[in-house]
């Protein structure tokens, strides 16, 4: 039964339950308003076109670099580059949980560049509010695997889906918060990860855990692995507060 209507506004607990998966269906697997929206309403969410944007603006979950905030973002992203690039080091750019192509990078820093004057007459920007942006080294690992069919971790996960989901995992986490409660699709692996395999949690490179994990465990969408290494070392943004 879905659990709103068209004349009855989604209340913020209900939109809350489906906030990881907006994020996820969205950002990640970069399904469009109207495919995220066919998605909600199939799990009992009804939304229109309007709620989802203001929801999606509320909460930050961006594809791209918002126009007004060009200049500030770029500016950022090219000092950091050039001080990694003076200390000899690779830098690999992710905007929420998009790795960004070298390339674009090089296009958008010299689309738009400082002048010298700036440069050396102003402090080193802050990360713009707001945004989540990213610096690390590249990972020394491919990120993609081919996987053969009838892998036996997804016949597993097929055959015992709830040995494996978060409710199973979760329900006696009793310090947990309600928000992250109701980020079920993959909050278990995370957890599992942090307690059986703590030297994990205390990597530094976001894109080097993703390529671990994703050495030995399949993705079910594109970029998974990268969120799941992404909420493993850096935590939900309810457990950044």
Same mark, same amino acid.
């Given at each position: 039964m879905a659990s709103s209507s068209c004349g009855k506004r989604a209340s913020d607990e209900e939109?809350?339950?489906?906030? /990881?998966?907006?994020? &996820? +269906? $969205? @950002?990640?697997?970069?399904? *469009?308003? @109207?495919?995220? &929206?066919?998605?909600?309403?199939n799990d009992g969410l009804l939304v229109t076109k309007a709620q989802l944007e203001y929801k999606l603006k509320l909460w930050g979950f961006r594809r791209r670099v918002p126009k007004t905030k060009s200049d500030a973002v770029w500016q950022f992203i090219g000092r950091r580059v050039q001080?990694?690039?003076?200390?000899?080091?690779?830098?690999? @750019?992710?905007?929420g949980k998009e790795i960004i192509d070298a390339a674009k990078v090089c296009k958008e820093?010299?689309?738009?560049?400082?002048?010298?004057?700036?440069? $050396? /007459?102003? =402090?080193?920007? +802050?990360? =713009?509010?707001?945004?989540?942006?990213?610096?690390?080294?590249? #990972?020394?690992?491919?990120?993609?695997?081919?996987? =053969?069919?009838?892998? /036996?971790?997804?016949?597993?996960?097929?055959?015992?889906?709830?040995? $494996?989901s978060a409710p199973g995992l979760l329900r006696n986490m009793s310090n947990i918060s309600n928000d992250l409660r109701c980020r079920k699709e993959d909050l278990y692996f995370t957890n599992m990860? &942090?307690?059986?395999? =703590?030297?994990?949690?205390?990597? *530094? *490179?976001? #894109?080097?855990?993703?390529?671990?994990?994703? *050495? @030995?465990?399949?993705e079910t969408h594109e970029n998974e692995n990268f969120g799941r290494a992404t909420r493993l070392l850096q935590g939900t943004a309810d457990e950044q507060r």
């Open positions: 939109w809350l339950k489906h906030k /990881s998966n907006i994020e &996820r +269906m $969205f @950002v990640e697997e970069k399904k *469009s308003l @109207v495919e995220t &929206r066919q998605r909600l309403e001080r990694r690039k003076q200390q000899g080091k690779e830098t690999q @750019v992710t905007f820093i010299k689309r738009h560049h400082e002048t010298t004057i700036a440069r $050396f /007459s102003q =402090p080193s920007p +802050m990360t =713009p509010e707001g945004l989540e942006i990213i610096l690390n080294t590249p #990972a020394p690992l491919p990120m993609r695997f081919i996987w =053969p069919t009838g892998l /036996s971790w997804s016949n597993f996960e097929d055959k015992f889906p709830f040995t $494996f990860l &942090r307690v059986f395999a =703590p030297e994990h949690a205390a990597g *530094s *490179s976001v #894109a080097q855990l993703a390529a671990e994990i994703g *050495s @030995v465990m399949p």
